[in-house]
Each structure stands twice: as structure tokens, then as C-alpha cells.
């Protein structure tokens, strides 16, 4: 946050702010239109929200990422909702980014000039997007091929976004150099910025960021440096207002990395910053955890050589405690401030981009020796107090380089999250705040899911093994030979000519890519495409329709889902090309969080994995894809009327790790191996005879299609709702609370790839989960003739509706005025409700307008708020209902308040 005081610190809590959603026009990148050549008083501001993945991060077209620095409204320019800075997990109510922003420095000429995203303490911004359509954020995804953000989609979330610093006058936000006393010089640069997040578990955890610089200005731009400042602020959403200043921050070098037999120390280069104890030792409803970290990574800069630097500062405006560490041989630093730490004006701000310097862990400030070669030492009144945990944010900056006019240069980056990096709830009591051990204390972080999304993210940026531009040239790998591990480059030749798999064995060693070829790919194994997608179908008669092959129809304590696998069993994986479905899963929650969701049913291929005896290495090893029962039959059973295939009593659970399946193959090698279902082998559906799962075929008959084009398929094959009959699965769910929300989803996942050591991928959870309440369909409300009702009636405070699951479900505070629900059922899709006293007032009026195939369209809530935004008073209400069509139902409920 800017200008946070410990001495006097102002919070102003905003409740209910009004916000307008913008839309924005979905226009090409490439568009050649000419731009308005008058300075913009009416940027196009936009922000974003990534939330496909378990991380949840807000992206602006201004120069940052984040709400901190958001210019405008805070409602998301696509959906029209609010938008969240940094959740991780989703669905946690927590907050791991105020906000980040874009730094570049350069001299032109003889002025030394920086253009930021955001400065972070003088509300100072130097970026902005174009006027309306120019500077409108664009949405891609690849979820749905049909439709229009499809096309060009890399990700399953992309935003592309394109601002400039070259405004000068009439924009707010813009600031003098405070230090030099003159308004802001552009340096005339264009930043196009991708953003890219996917669902899928390895990638989940983390945001690409893909930036294209460019120089529009006439001078050649020397001396170049760019950064990424970040102000974390861990803190929990509407928690502790003082909740920031306990931050700590560091930079990881290396980590060590297992990858099957590979154990080596991947560079990592990543900057993190995180609460200073995970607030592991508070507990109940408003003190949710936060052990957490965030982290940057740069994945790609416009040169191999470059300078890095790593500066940390405490921003404060009590001198002594604006504070960052500072070696003892500088150059310059006039940060005004009369501290070490925040850099005014351009000229400091570029000396912290350019000044090569790794500042050491927050955490060892108080570490620091009077007589230290290389650091100043710092206050002693102040350092154990920055030592624990205070205001902190952090630049990752690197250079130099020369952008000359027009060219372009490109920087690619994660922000990434890591779970768990505090396990131990006593360890920031005992060995950082109440007493100072940090080497005890370091050693009790856990970096060990922060540096695999940082290994993973990597490698969707650069695919490992994979010749992206044809020139034969496929990246670094390891050798693993036992128990070393010895870096080697593609065109060193081992053994006989290697084979382009990501992973693949030796007699003696396995060769384990860890490295790309350079050119980005931004690519990652997918899971099969979930089935609750909408796309446009040609229905029977001819007509094109927009529908979700996954369909929901409730009923009174039942909900049944039926959803079409032609896309899920038919897609091949992008990254492996392999057609790698397995099969599906149906879940159920109460809430929208990942962790409710429970498996209700689940159906997969009936195969079998197939680990190897490697004698050399004494381990047991995965190497292929599953066998079918039929293949194993093939290749290990005994001749039947003149083949192998017709030996139905070879059984490959027969065989285990105890008691293993031996033969010779046809090089005469003794192959040792047993099996192991994938899954359960759950294949056998509820309408065939020996059943195991209860999810069933809805046309069991039907074979398998001519086409896999509905277009060109035979009508017989279809339903008229034009889905495959062949693909067609149902399950109902029975016995629930008719009265209460439940969201449902059907996922669909995949095999996995051994040769790479990646596990099976299920499609999220969460993401197309529908809400249902297992109440009359609209169908069944209008063939029925069901009359509108309102539960609960009476309505009464001191019942635990919340326990029931009644209200406050997804509620983001625990606010009991803002919780309470009232409900109404057997509702019109479409209609007008209005609630009046018994004195015949209007208390509140509003319009529930839902599509027919929406599973809640019969059902409508009311928060007990009244247009006036006030909470209602004990007593008797009317309801009135009316129709699209006029026609009106009245009814009566209490509220015991």
C-alpha cells in the first residue's frame, strides 16, 4: 500500500462501493485503424480476473497486476463482477498481492528517465491504455472451440492488454519527479502484455506474463533496464487493517528438484515474499491462515547476459523505519526520504533497476555484523523490527540492453504461488518474534511446492525436449546414471541416436530434459475437455442452438445429470498429441470452494499399468502407457485356438509386487513385471449386467458413430438436441435437502504420461460446476401448475440457517446482516417480485430473469435488505409475483428478527 504510517495510519473501509461494468469490444491486435493522434483524457481501463486455477490474480491495462494500483472501476471488464487482487487458494478469502507493476529505465540522450506501472508510495502511475476501442483488454481462451475467443486462444484464460507511457498532461495519476521538480518524460515505449493461466493441477498455481516492449519514439533508447516491483500485503480479505506490516521477502537462487531418478539443484531465480509466521496459530471463522507464498520468476529476457538485481525496501514515513539494505560501496542514493529504502525520482529508481545488487533475506537484517564487508549496518533500534516482518515490497529488475527505434524486445514471467511454505505454527513465535534465530528459523520454510511451480511454469513457457522451430535443437538435459546426475547438451550424442521423447531409459542411465530450446511455447498437457461446455449445436430440425452438453434437471430431492462425451473421449492431448482419455467423475458440494466438492460416482477404461523390474537400479518402473485387457492378453497370454488373445484366463491382478509376472521377449531378455488397475476399473455401466459404477449409457444400443461430425452423421445417430447418442451418460443423485443450494460437475480426466513422470489430469472442479436446488424443474412448475412459495416461513434469527446451508454458503465476510436469505421457489424463469409491509410499502422490488435450461431458474433468494439498503424489521411481508405474460401469484411470510 502507498504511504502506510505506523505513527498515524487513516484506514477508510468502503462497504458498498457502486461500480459501473464496462464491456469491452473484442477487437484484433492487428487492427490498422488510425488512433486518435490528441492526447486520450479517457483511457479505456480495464481490469481482469484470472480465475481458472487455483490461483486467483487481477491484471489491468495499466502497467501493473493487482487492484492496488487499479485505474477506474474494480468490477471485471468481461463478467461484470468484482474482481479479488490475489486468492490463493481460490475460495479462501485471502489477499497475497496488493499489487505489482512494470518499471523501465533507460538514458536518452543525456537524461536518465524511468516510466513505472505504479510507484508504490506517491500514487504515482506512468502507464495507460489507449482511448475506446484501441485500448480495449482482449479475452481469449481454448475451453470452447465454437466459440469466437477460441481462435488465436493460448491458454485456458488469456487477457492481452497494450498501454504506453507517453501521456504527459490532463490524466490522473500522473506525477512530477519529486526529486528533480519536473513533470513526467516518456521514454515513448508500448507495452503489448499477454496473460496466460490454465486449470490443470501442474499449472494451476501460477500466471504467465508475456510482454512485447517497444520503442515508439524517435530516439534510440540506451542502457536499458526493466523491473517488477511487488507490494504483497499478505493479509486475510477484510481482516486485521495493520495486517501488512508483518511481510517478509527473499530471493532463492536454487532449489533442489526430484524428477523420477533425477535429483539435481534447478536455478530457479525467484524473488518470494510472504507472511512472516502463516498466522498458523489463529484460529475461528475471521482468522483463516495465511502460510502461503507468492513468488516471481523471470522466464525469459531479451539477452542470456544480463545484470540481475534484487532490492527489497520498507516504504515508511518515519525515516528510520524506511529502510532497504545498502552495500557499503555505491554510487549514489537521494531518496529524499531521509531512510534507505523507498527510491523517489527517476534518477533512484534507476539506480535500483541498475545497481547489481542481491539484497540478503529480509529476515537476516539483524544479522548483519558491524564489521561486514560488504553491507551497511543497519539501525539497531529498527532492525529486529524489519527483521520480523514489516511494510515490505520488493524489484526484480534486469539489464542492460538497447532498444533502437521501433524494435521490439520481449520479457516473459511467472507470478507464482507455493503452498505450505509455513507448516510449523511456533516457529515465527519462537525463533523470529520473541526470539531471533533465523537460521533455525529458515530452516523450517518449506520451498518445496514453491519451487516446483516454478519448475513447472518454466516449462510451459519452454517445453523441455521439444524442437520448437524446426532446427534441430531441443534444449538441456541430464543424464541420471544411478546416483549422479550430469548435465549435458542435445547435440552431445550418448549411446545410440536419441530418440525425441521427454523421457526415456538406458541400460544405465535415464536422460531427464529439464530445459527448452529457447523459443517459447507456452504449452502445457492437458486433461481431456470437460463435458459442461456450451457450444452451438445444430439441433434435428436444422436449426443452430446454444447448449451445454452437460445438462442438469432437478427435481424435488433429486438432481440428474446427463452430459455428452464426444469431445472429452475423442480430443488428443495438445502437448502429447496421445488420445489419453480414462474417464469421468461426478461431484457434489455445498460450496463453490475446490476442497467441498465430494466424488459421487466415477467411470473409467478397464486398463492396466505396467511396472518394470529395472535390475540395474532395483526399482520398480512405470514406462508405458495402460494396457488394455485385451492387449495384455496379446502380448502375455497363452496360445487359444492359434492365438494368444483368446486366453481368457490370463488375469493381470493374478501378478503383484510379491509375486510377479516373468517371461523372455524376443531378444531373449527376462522381463519381471506385475499390474495395477489406472483407477478402479470402474467401466461397466448401471444398464449392463454386472455393473460397477452407477453412472449408464442413456443409449446403450447405439454404436459408435459413422462421423464424429455431427454435420455429416446419419440423423438416427443423433438426439434432438444434436449430441451423439453414442456419448450420451446420466447419473441421478437422490436423497438431498430439497430446501438447500448444491453445486454439481462432471469431470473428465486422463492417463497421465509416464514417459515424463506426469500424473493423471482431471479438468477442474470447479469451473462449469453448476448450482442447483434439488427442487421442480420450471418444466414441472408449468405442466404441474405449482404455486409459488417462500422458505423459511416463518423466517427466524436465532435458527442456524447457516449450518443448514440454507444462507451464507459463498459469502465472502461473515457479516450476519449480509448472510441472511430468504428463498423463493417454483418460480417463472422469468418475473417481477416485489415485497411489501402490511401497511402496502414497497420494501423491495426485483427482477429474476433467468434462461429456462438453467437449473435455478425456478428459484430466486432475497438478502432481507430493503431498497433502501436497510435491514428489514420484524413482522408480516406480502409477496407479489408477476410473470412475463401478467399473470401474478400473492403470499404472505414473518420475519422474526
Known amino acids: 500500500m502507498s504511504k502506510k504510517n505506523i505513527v498515524s495510519t487513516i484506514i477508510i473501509i468502503i462497504l458498498f462501493l457502486p461500480s459501473i461494468s464496462q464491456s469491452r469490444s473484442k477487437i484484433s491486435l492487428d487492427d490498422d485503424k488510425n488512433r486518435p493522434n490528441t492526447a486520450a483524457v479517457t483511457p479505456a481501463y480495464c481490469v481482469a480476473q484470472h480465475n481458472v486455477g487455483k490461483l486467483v490474480l487481477a491484471v489491468n491495462n495499466n502497467g501493473t497486476f493487482g487492484t492496488g494500483f487499479v485505474s477506474g472501476s474494480q468490477t471485471d471488464c468481461f463478467t461484470g463482477t468484482m474482481v479479488l487482487s490475489c486468492e490463493y487458494p481460490k475460495g479462501s478469502n485471502t489477499s497475497y498481492v496488493f499489487a505489482g507493476a512494470f518499471w523501465i529505465g533507460a538514458v536518452v540522450g543525456r537524461d536518465t528517465l524511468v516510466s513505472v506501472g505504479a510507484d508504490g508510495w506517491q500514487n504515482c502511475q506512468e502507464m495507460f491504455p489507449d482511448v475506446s476501442p484501441f485500448g480495449d483488454m482482449i479475452y481469449r481462451s481454448i475451453i470452447d472451440p465454437s466459440r469466437p475467443e477460441y481462435k488465436n486462444a493460448v491458454s485456458e484464460q488469456d487477457f492481452i492488454a497494450t498501454y504506453t507511457d507517453t501521456f504527459t498532461t490532463g490524466i490522473p495519476g500522473l506525477c512530477p519527479d519529486y526529486i528533480d521538480g519536473r513533470p513526467h518524460i516518456p521514454l515513448h515505449i508500448e507495452v503489448t502484455q499477454r496473460s496466460y493461466a490454465w486449470s490443470y493441477p501442474y499449472a494451476d498455481d501460477f500466471i504467465l506474463f508475456d510482454y512485447s516492449i517497444k520503442n515508439i519514439g524517435l530516439e534510440k533508447l540506451r542502457q536499458v533496464y526493466m523491473g517488477l516491483y511487488v507490494d504483497a500485503d499478505v493479509n486475510r480479505v477484510g481482516g486485521d487493517p495493520a495486517g501488512f506490516q508483518d511481510d517478509i521477502c527473499g530471493f532463492l537462487f536454487s532449489l533442489p528438484i526430484q524428477y523420477g531418478q533425477c535429483v539435481f539443484d534447478d536455478t530457479v531465480f525467484i ?282 434437471y432437478p427435481s424435488v430431492g433429486k438432481v440428474s445429470i446427463r452430459w455428452n462425451g464426444l469431445r472429452s473421449e475423442t480430443t488428443r492431448d495438445i502437448f502429447s498429441r496421445e488420445l489419453d482419455f480414462e474417464g469421468y467423475r461426478i461431484y457434489l458440494s455445498r460450496d463453490s470452494r475446490e476442497s467441498s466438492f465430494i466424488i459421487m460416482a466415477s467411470y473409467d477404461i478397464d486398463n492396466y499399468n505396467r511396472y518394470e523390474f529395472n535390475q540395474a537400479n532395483n526399482i520398480w518402473e512405470l514406462n508405458d502407457i495402460p494396457f488394455t485387457l485385451e492387449q495384455l492378453r496379446c502380448l502375455y497370454g497363452n496360445m487359444v485356438n492359434g492365438s494368444p488373445c483368446n486366453d481368457t484366463l490370463f488375469d493381470p491382478t493374478d501378478y503383484t509386487r510379491s509375486d510377479p509376472f516373468i517371461t523372455v521377449d524376443s531378444l531373449g531378455r527376462t522381463l519381471t513385471c506385475y499390474f495395477d488397475p489406472q483407477d478402479y476399473n470402474r467401466s461397466v455401466f448401471a444398464n449392463y449386467p454386472s ?79 453448476r448450482l442447483v436446488y434439488p427442487l421442480s424443474s420450471v418444466d414441472s412448475v408449468a405442466v404441474q401448475n405449482l404455486e409459488v412459495y417462500v422458505y423459511p416461513n416463518p423466517y427466524r434469527i436465532n435458527s442456524d440457517y447457516i449450518a443448514d446451508g440454507i444462507e451464507g454458503r459463498d459469502a465472502p465476510y461473515y457479516i450476519p446482516d449480509r448472510m441472511r436469505r430468504l428463498h423463493f421457489a417454483n418460480l417463472p424463469p422469468r418475473c417481477t417480485i416485489r415485497i411489501y409491509s402490511l401497511d402496502g410499502d414497497l420494501i423491495r422490488e426485483f427482477e429474476h430473469d433467468k434462461d429456462p435450461s438453467d437449473p435455478t431458474s425456478m428459484h430466486e433468494e432475497w438478502d432481507l435488505i430493503t431498497r433502501n439498503t436497510q435491514r428489514v424489521v420484524t413482522g408480516i411481508y406480502y409477496w407479489v409475483v408477476e410473470d412475463d405474460k401478467g399473470n401474478t401469484q400473492i403470499g404472505k411470510f414473518v420475519l422474526i428478527l
Open 271 to 552: 524473488a518470494w515474499i510472504a507472511d512472516n509466521d502463516g498466522d498458523l496459530r489463529s484460529s475461528g471463522l475471521l482468522n483463516t491462515p495465511l502460510p502461503h507464498a507468492t513468488a516471481m520468476r523471470i522466464v525469459r529476457t531479451p539477452s542470456d547476459s544480463l545484470d540481475v538485481s534484487f532490492n527489497w525496501w520498507v516504504s515508511n514515513g518515519t525515516s528510520p523505519l524506511d529502510f532497504g539494505p545498502r552495500r557499503k560501496i555505491k554510487d549514489f542514493r537521494d531518496l529524499s526520504t531521509g531512510g534507505l529504502g523507498t527510491p523517489e525520482g527517476d534518477r533512484n529508481k534507476y539506480d535500483f533497476l541498475r545497481n547489481r545488487e542481491f539484497d540478503y533475506d529480509q529476515i537476516f537484517t539483524a544479522d548483519i555484523a558491524p564489521n561486514d564487508p560488504d553491507w551497511l549496518y543497519p539501525n539497531q533500534v529498527i532492525a529486529r523490527n524489519i527483521a520480523d516482518g514489516y511494510d515490505t515490497r520488493f524489484l526484480l529488475s534486469f539489464g542492460p540492453f538497447y532498444i533502437e527505434s521501433g524494435q521490439t524486445l520481449p520479457l516473459s514471467f511467472a507470478y507464482l504461488a507455493g503452498a505450505d511454505l509455513h507448516t510449523d505454527p511456533e516457529n515465527g513465535k519462537n525463533n523470529l518474534i520473541d526470539n531471533y534465530r533465523p537460521d533455525i528459523y529458515y530452516s523450517n520454510l518449506s520451498f518445496t511446492n514453491l519451487g516446483s511451480n516454478a519448475m513447472w511454469a518454466s516449462w510451459i513457457y519452454d517445453n523441455p525436449g521439444v524442437d520448437s522451430d524446426d532446427d534441430s535443437v531441443f534444449g538441456e538435459y541430464r543424464l541420471c546414471c544411478q546416483d549422479s546426475a550430469i548435465s549435458k547438451i542435445d547435440t552431445v550424442e550418448v549411446g545410440p541416436p536419441l530418440i525425441l521423447d521427454t523421457l526415456w531409459t538406458y541400460d544405465l542411465c535415464d536422460t531427464f530434459w529439464y530445459k527448452g530450446d529457447g523459443v517459447p511455447d507456452f504449452r502445457g498437457a492437458s486433461p481431456p475437455p470437460a463435458p459442461g461446455t456450451w457450444s452451438s449445436t445444430r439441433l434435428k430440425d436444422g436449426t443452430l442452438a446454444k447448449i451445454n452438453s452437460m445438462r442438469v
Open 691 to 769: 455393473a460397477n459404477t452407477p453412472i449408464r449409457r442413456v443409449y446403450p444400443d447405439q454404436p459408435y458413430p459413422s462421423h464424429l461430425n455431427p454435420d455429416s452423421a446419419d440423423t438416427s445417430e443423433l438426439t434432438d438436441e444434436g449430441f451423439f447418442k453414442y456419448f450420451e451418460y446420466e447419473y441421478t443423485m437422490d436423497n438431498l435437502l430439497p430446501t438447500v443450494p448444491y453445486y454439481v460437475n462432471v469431470t473428465a480426466f486422463d492417463f497421465g504420461s509416464p514417459q515424463s513422470g506426469l500424473g493423471s489430469l482431471e479438468s477442474s472442479k470447479t469451473n462449469s460446476a
